[in-house]
């Protein structure tokens, strides 16, 4: 189960909430053990900071499964550099030609990877920090139409009034 986070109150003490609870893994995800603690840790860390997340499942699932392989493949790279003198150079066994390891061409492509995700999920300190920019005072989204509905508002209850006004002067 997601982290459970209550919903905040928006900033100005406004009745509108911003909603934290972290999302449940998408369907047929299979998580594994090792996957789920990642998903725990980044819903936890996005909540803390109050980066609303309810929608990001599925961008968090290929996180979560790309970092998994990612550490995989680097400590399967690190285990050849020990056993290999500390190089990462292979030496063809046909000639002389030495070239990386093919775990290190894999490691950096899941990185690579996973690098492109991480800002899908607020998860690079540059995309944070704009959408916290992006959010009102305290970190709280901005409302786009909060404005206009204020406006709106006003004019119905000075309308209320006008007319409650009308109705209740002598003629």
């Known amino acids: 189960m997601g982290a459970q986070t209550p919903a905040t109150p928006a900033a100005g003490g406004g009745n509108r909430k911003v909603d934290l609870r972290s999302p449940e ?18 819903c ?19 996180i979560c499964k790309t970092f998994i392989q990612y550490i995989q493949a680097e400590r399967e790279l690190q285990e050849y550099i020990a056993s290999n003198k500390g190089s990462i150079l292979q030496v063809s066994k046909k000639s002389d030609y030495s070239q990386p390891h093919p775990l290190y061409y894999a490691a950096r492509d899941i990185k690579q990877e996973l690098l ?38 006003r004019e119905r209850s000075a309308g209320k009034k006008r007319a409650e006004q009308e109705s209740t002067s002598p003629a």
């Open 44 to 62: 936890a860390v996005l909540a803390d900071e109050g980066l609303p997340h309810r929608t990001a499942g599925i961008a968090i699932t290929i």
């Open 116 to 153: 492109k995700w991480l800002p899908e999920a607020c998860l690079s300190l540059p995309s944070a920090v704009m959408a916290k920019a992006k959010m009102g005072e305290e970190g709280q989204q901005d409302d786009l139409f909060g404005d206009l509905l204020a406006h709106a508002q």
């Open 25 to 42: 893994p998408p369907p047929e995800s299979h998580l594994s053990p090792r996957e789920r603690k990642v998903w725990d840790y980044i």
